[in-house]
């Protein structure tokens, strides 16, 4: 009886000890067996706000189809700051948990080339692949802005006048060939009179017109040195005074051109017209024709000047007059030798 309670007694304690034994694995397989419940809904606990979010993915590629990388791509809302991103070497962007139904603005930018942009809505789970991120070259666009100033082009056109030589030597500055000249200003108007009245050609041939009144006994003078002298001081003084007076002085105040424009095609009878009315009628400075007050007003004025200095058998209407419709003459009878003659002979500025 006591040998089979001790067997008892000693089953007793092996049960007890590979029950003690077994506890430690059982509490790992539970605790292994808990991780494995508890992870699915720790998962689905994280996932659960995401589950009803998209995507935004595509490739950013160039007119050649080649992927651009380093490209920013920005995600904006209506409202808030964008969210921005920059392509992979591949070209590649993504943009994960966007808020559905929604409309976004997609806009790429990359150094060089122009903007993409484009409205993008997801829906929810949904990933949605833009197909068409092309970037082109940007067109370089510069804005050139061209100035027109008269008063250049006058200061050119002038310039090109101021060299017409007829045959070479005898100055033609009063006569222009340009189809559309631009008007002068007044500083222009009193250069040509200037660079005319002190030419060496001017004394020349005020000297040789002294010379023919002198063999022609004009004007009450001597008919000697003293007498071509006087006659030479006189024609300076009546050409000084109505170059500048018609050519300069009246221009600037009337507004009109003093120099005869060419015509050069048409008719013979409709270029002498031309040429006789060039008396009678001016181009202003407005680009409109006038009456001819300048040319007049500079020979009326220049021959009442001369009653200071005529002598006194000349001091009278009869001379004003007389002289005044001779000054017409001569000018109408030049702008004919404008028209038909120098031209042939006279040598052109470039400009």
Request: glycine share 10%.
């Amino acid at each position: 009886m006591s040998t089979t309670h001790n067997n008892s007694q000693a089953s007793s304690h092996r049960l007890l000890g590979t029950r003690l034994n077994l506890t430690p694995m059982l509490l790992l397989i539970a605790l292994a067996g808990g991780l494995i419940l508890v992870a699915p809904a720790s998962a689905r606990s994280t996932e659960a706000p995401n589950a009803g979010t998209g995507s935004i993915v595509g490739t950013v590629v160039d007119s050649t189809n080649d992927t651009i990388p380093n490209a920013t791509v920005a995600l904006q809302k209506s409202v808030g700051d964008p969210v921005t991103v920059v392509t992979k070497d591949d070209g590649s962007f993504a943009f994960h948990d966007v808020a559905p139904g929604i409309a976004y603005q997609v806009t790429v930018a990359a150094e060089g080339l122009a903007e993409w942009s484009s409205s993008v809505t997801v829906a929810p789970g949904q990933e949605k692949t833009l197909t068409d991120v092309t970037l082109h070259i940007l067109a370089v666009q510069r804005a050139v802005t061209v100035t027109y100033s008269s008063e250049e082009v006058a200061a050119q056109q002038l310039k090109a006048e101021e060299h017409q030589r007829v045959l070479g030597f005898i100055p033609n500055i009063y006569v222009t060939y340009e189809p559309h000249p631009e008007p002068l200003t007044t500083r222009m108007k009193f250069e040509l009179a200037y660079k005319d009245l002190t030419h060496p050609v001017f004394f020349a041939r005020t000297a040789a017109w002294a010379g023919v009144e002198q063999a022609a006994d004009l004007r009450n003078y001597p008919q000697n040195a003293r007498g071509y002298g006087d006659r030479l001081g006189t024609g300076l003084a009546d050409g000084v005074t109505e170059g500048l007076i018609g050519n300069a002085v009246l221009p600037s105040l009337l507004h009109q051109d003093p120099r005869y424009f060419y015509q050069g095609s048409g008719t013979k009878k409709s270029r002498a017209l031309h040429a006789i009315l060039a008396e009678f009628i001016c181009n202003g400075d407005n680009g409109k024709t006038q009456p001819n007050y300048s040319t007049w007003g500079g020979s009326l004025i220049s021959s009442t000047i001369s009653l200071a200095y005529y002598p006194s058998s000349d001091r009278n209407a009869q001379h004003v007059f007389r002289s005044f419709g001779i000054g017409l003459g001569l000018h109408a009878a030049g702008g004919l030798v404008q028209e038909f003659i120098l031209d042939k002979f006279t040598s052109r500025g470039k400009h």
